[in-house]
């Protein structure tokens, strides 16, 4: 006779508020070195895992009503991140796209500045000195773009390498 082992649910949390985002940067803000190390030695796994417990208490302490575990407030600011350098990106797409004219209205809130302000400070600043014309299909040497943040870099390194290669 086998027995059948009930497998609990995982319950779902409310979505994280503007305020509850806002009180999130704030916290990731004092313990960013820690949180962003890229060591992935034991004891800088012990130490990020001690800041994320510290922020998950302090989190719960503050007004919002919504308590949240450290692994929680991790996963969420881990997607929030992403999501947020990838809106970044589309947006400076959209906008080298329209060749002038207005910017495309942000999609991003307040909360998604300050993240975006905190994190800025790690990605670092090159210089990608090519332009594409679509008319002709080539690459053309121009006066240096500074370009801001890393991944718009990367993204602009692969683009031209592929293009490079597909449009001989």
């Not at 503007?18 to 962003?36: A, G, Q, R, W, Y």
């Not at 012990?46 to 922020?55: G, N, V």
Request: hydrophobic content about 35%; glycine content about 4%; some cysteine.
């Amino acid at each position: 006779m086998s027995t059948k082992t009930i497998e609990k649910k995982r319950e779902r949390c409310s979505n994280f508020k503007t305020d509850e985002k806002k009180i999130l940067c704030s916290l990731v803000k004092e313990f960013f070195n820690v949180i962003e190390n890229k060591k992935t030695d034991k004891v800088s796994s012990k130490e990020k895992e001690k800041a994320w417990e510290d922020i998950a208490v302090r989190h719960n302490a503050s007004a919002t009503g919504v308590k949240r575990d450290s692994k929680q407030l991790k996963t969420f600011y881990d997607n929030w991140r992403r999501r947020t350098k990838k809106a970044i990106v589309v947006e400076t797409a959209e906008t080298r796209a329209t060749g002038g004219g207005a910017p495309p209205l942000s999609s991003l809130d307040d909360a998604d500045l300050e993240l975006l302000r905190i994190i800025s400070d790690k990605t670092t600043t090159l210089e990608y000195p090519y332009e594409f014309n679509a008319n002709v299909g080539k690459f053309y040497r121009v006066t240096p773009k500074v370009l801001h943040g890393s991944i718009i870099n990367l993204f602009y390194k692969y683009l031209f390498i592929f293009l490079q290669n597909h449009l001989k």
